[in-house]
């Protein structure tokens, strides 16, 4: 199975800083990646699909990058709202996530 | 649009069968061309893909969980359904039910379903 890394597993930040997020595929999947953004006690809701385009509704502060095993997460300027756990994920069965990354302020 | 609800028994004891069910609303899955799936989640851990299937009866499942596990749809419902064999304290967690519109991500999530094993 694709083993999905992220990192940092933790990411400190203030409010209205830049946050970037990665994550790395043990095999190319080409541009076949997705992010999700969970809050606690809540489902994941999604962010990113096909490494760059965002999903229905997401503010353009969030920029889905990367291709092959290496993608990027950014958030050009943190809002309140963005403090939470962010997923990777890729559609090769058996699908897998990555361990995620919390953003805290 | 899309909206899932699961439901099931919150508590299942060791080497019990759980079940669990999906109520879609908003589409008709016998009409629609999505995969859906069940996701897992331990208390405080990572999302874990369970398997998926389609209208025409089409399924994938985890290797990790293949031998205990079943998925079956309900179309006059409107309905999918989970099967798990032999349950352990392994499989507590919360339990997702997820639309995959042919997109390879996932698009739209039940609120889950919390399921603790134990006796």
């Known amino acids: 199975e694709i083993v999905l890394t992220q990192s940092p597993a933790t990411l400190s930040l203030s409010p209205g800083e830049r946050a970037t997020l990665f994550c790395r595929a043990s095999?190319?999947?080409?541009?076949?990646l997705a992010w999700y953004q969970q809050k606690p006690g809540q489902a994941p809701t999604p962010l990113i699909y096909?490494?760059?385009y965002r999903a229905t509704g997401v503010p353009a502060r969030f920029t889905g990058s990367g291709s092959g095993t290496d993608f990027t997460l950014t958030i050009s300027s943190l809002e309140s709202e963005d403090f939470a756990v962010y997923y990777c994920?890729?559609?090769?069965?058996?699908?897998?996530f990555g361990g995620g990354t919390k953003v805290e302020i | 649009q899309v909206q899932l609800q699961e439901s099931g028994p919150g508590l299942v004891k060791p080497s019990e069968t759980l079940s669990l069910a999906c109520t879609v609303s908003?589409?008709?899955?016998?009409?629609?061309?999505?995969?859906w799936n069940w996701i897992r989640q331990d208390p405080g851990k990572g999302l874990e893909w369970i398997g998926y299937?389609?209208?025409?009866?089409?399924?994938n499942y985890n290797p990790s969980l293949h031998s205990r596990l079943s998925m079956s749809i309900d179309t006059s419902k409107n309905q999918i359904s989970l099967t798990l064999k032999s349950v352990t304290a392994a499989d507590t967690g919360t339990y997702y039910c997820?639309?995959?519109?042919?997109?390879?991500?996932?698009?739209?999530w039940g609120p889950g379903t919390k399921v603790t094993v134990s006796s």
């Open positions: 299937i389609h209208h025409s009866g089409t399924t």
């Open positions: 997820v639309r995959d519109p042919a997109l390879g991500a996932f698009d739209s």
């Open positions: 994920q890729q559609p090769v069965t058996p699908i897998t």
């Open positions: 095999e190319t999947i080409d541009r076949l």
């Open positions: 096909d490494a760059s």
């Open positions: 908003g589409v008709s899955i016998r009409n629609d061309d999505s995969h």
